[in-house]
């Protein structure tokens, strides 16, 4: 038995023993990669499902599907909306609370939720060892919708086998297609399908943005593609999630006054594509926005640019160190306050010493974990840590 079947075989006995134990919380599942899923139960049933590369992405996208008469980019959101696991859950809660969304289209987003993030599973157990574990930290009492895991489940093995029969197992539809060779492209197709490649093919939409904005399943979609990229004409690439707007409101006694703010962007400069990933998955799933710099040459220029409002700086990178990065950043006016974290995967007194030496605000050891990269991003960011109680008794969404 290969590997994917044996990692395919305990996921399905996770979930039967789910169903079978009629099982109330959460089903955690991680990735020797990095990438996190967490599925909802109640009463042996999946009732949510959170997670994978985009969140937001994800959340647009259904919203949009489903719930056309809806402007993400309106609703009026505070950052502790954001800040619990399942703020994607939360948001239909309240949306479905004020009236803005029906019943069966709360049903459809659900069931699509949980598709996706099946099959990016599969997609997953191609590549990578996954581990389960089950914990009973969160239970949704009041379930929106029910889904039948072993029907989701099924539905997920047949989804993956047409994909890998369509020779495309591997390639994932979170990554974006972008047009790399348009004058050989223009050869091949007829003026008008030309002009929809450069109007679309631009490394901002994924593979699934786009069958979404076509109106159409994300396996044709790819399949008509496919010869493009084996071509080289077409690259797939990775893109960052989109989160969503935050507001601030300011009460006084006579009014109220929403402002709306961009999330805080944090940037991680390292020459790993694997810590750079990881921190991303870590901080868009919280609503921030992220930058990644692999090249350190290229660091001071993106970040003069972009200025973000922390940096984790790595701490050995070739041609430029961590602390000759952050010796130049001290040295320019825009970054003499800003929070710098030095990466490392060593946690010896000299380095420390030296890096405060250099200017840096803090250290962190690697490897990378989910609850030490935004206990210090909280320390420096205004992103408190909210509870699910008072989360639950405070959340407002406006449109």
């Not at 402007?71 to 009026?76: F, G, S, T, Y």
């Not at 041609?319 to 001290?330: K, P």
Request: overall charge positive; glycine content about 4%; aromatic content about 8%.
């Amino acid at each position: 038995m290969s590997q994917r079947e044996v990692i395919s075989n305990n996921l399905v006995n996770e979930f039967k023993t789910c169903t079978q134990l009629q099982y109330n919380g959460k089903l955690n599942i991680k990735s020797s990669k990095g990438s996190q899923w967490t599925f909802y139960y109640r009463l042996g049933r999946i009732v949510w499902a959170t997670g994978g590369t985009h969140p937001f992405r994800r959340w647009r996208r259904h919203i949009a599907q489903n719930c056309p008469q809806i402007d993400v980019d309106k609703l009026q959101l505070r950052l502790q909306d954001l800040s619990i696991d399942y703020w994607d859950y939360r948001l239909l809660e309240v949306l479905y609370k004020k009236q803005k969304i029906q019943r069966d289209q709360i049903n459809s987003i659900v069931d699509n939720t949980i598709a996706e993030l099946l099959f990016d599973l599969a997609l997953q157990g191609n590549f990578a060892s996954i581990s389960c574990n089950r914990s009973q930290e969160v239970i949704l009492e009041t379930p929106m919708s029910f889904t039948s895991a072993e029907m989701s489940v099924k539905h997920m093995q047949d989804s993956w086998k047409i994909w890998s029969e369509a020779g495309l197992a591997n390639f994932s539809p979170d990554l974006a297609p972008i047009l790399r060779r348009p004058e050989q492209l223009e050869q091949m197709v007829s003026p008008s399908v030309y002009k929809n490649f450069v109007n679309l093919i631009n490394g901002k939409f994924t593979l699934r943005d786009l069958a979404m904005k076509m109106k159409q399943s994300v396996l044709p979609l790819t399949r008509s593609l496919l010869p493009y990229i084996l071509k080289g004409i077409i690259e797939l690439v990775e893109v960052p999630d989109l989160p969503l707007g935050i507001t601030e409101v300011n009460n006084n006694s006579t009014t109220t006054q929403a402002k709306k703010r961009i999330a805080p962007l944090v940037a991680c400069v390292d020459d790993s594509p694997q810590v750079c990933k990881m921190l991303e998955d870590i901080i868009t799933s919280n609503g921030l926005r992220f930058v990644k710099i692999q090249d350190a040459v290229q660091a001071l220029p993106i970040l003069i640019q972009d200025k973000p409002d922390l940096i984790f700086l790595d701490l050995i990178m070739p041609v430029a160190s961590g602390y000759e990065i952050c010796t130049q950043l001290r040295r320019i006016s825009t970054f003499s306050n800003t929070p710098i974290i030095i990466l490392t995967g060593s946690d010896g007194l000299l380095d420390r010493v030296r890096a405060k030496v250099v200017g840096s605000t803090d250290f962190l050891t690697k490897p990378v974990v989910a609850d030490k990269v935004m206990s210090i991003v909280r320390k420096y960011l205004p992103t408190p840590t909210v509870s699910t109680e008072k989360s639950k008794s405070n959340l407002e969404v406006c449109n």
